[in-house]
């Protein structure tokens, strides 16, 4: 099993930033993919951004050019940096892991982010 624990969430004025991170922790095996999610009340959990085993990232339309995923080199640690937030931005992020074969996802608890106007 593998633990995925989220920190750096918080309140944060429009325009600020923020960094998040993900450990995992137990049994670690090679990632396919890690990535960020966000649920906001009332909607549904959409991508933020992933990252391959070989780096390659992707990221929705809507943080493009103001978030950035990286991992440390061992594939351990997931972080998102977040800049330029807005109140839009304001959700609970999850952290995602997918290894294995066959895959196996794993989540973690989720991270308050609120961004006031």
């Known amino acids: 099993h593998v633990q995925l624990v989220e920190s750096g969430g918080g309140l944060v004025q429009a325009g600020g930033s923020l960094r998040l991170s993900c450990a995992a922790s137990?049994?670690?095996?090679?990632?396919?993919?890690m990535g960020w999610y966000r649920q906001a009340p009332g909607q549904q959990r959409e991508l933020v951004a992933r990252?391959?085993?070989?780096?390659?990232?992707t990221y929705a339309d809507f943080v493009k050019g103001r978030f950035t995923i990286s991992t440390d080199n061992a594939k351990t640690t997931m972080y998102l940096q977040m800049n330029s937030l807005t109140p839009e931005d304001t959700a609970v992020y999850y952290c995602?892991?997918?290894?294995?074969?066959?895959?196996?996802?794993?989540w973690g608890q989720g991270t308050q982010v609120t961004v006031a106007s």
């Open positions: 137990g049994s670690i095996f090679s990632i396919n993919t």
């Open positions: 990252i391959t085993n070989t780096g390659f990232t």
């Open positions: 995602n892991r997918e290894q294995g074969r066959p895959t196996i996802i794993y």
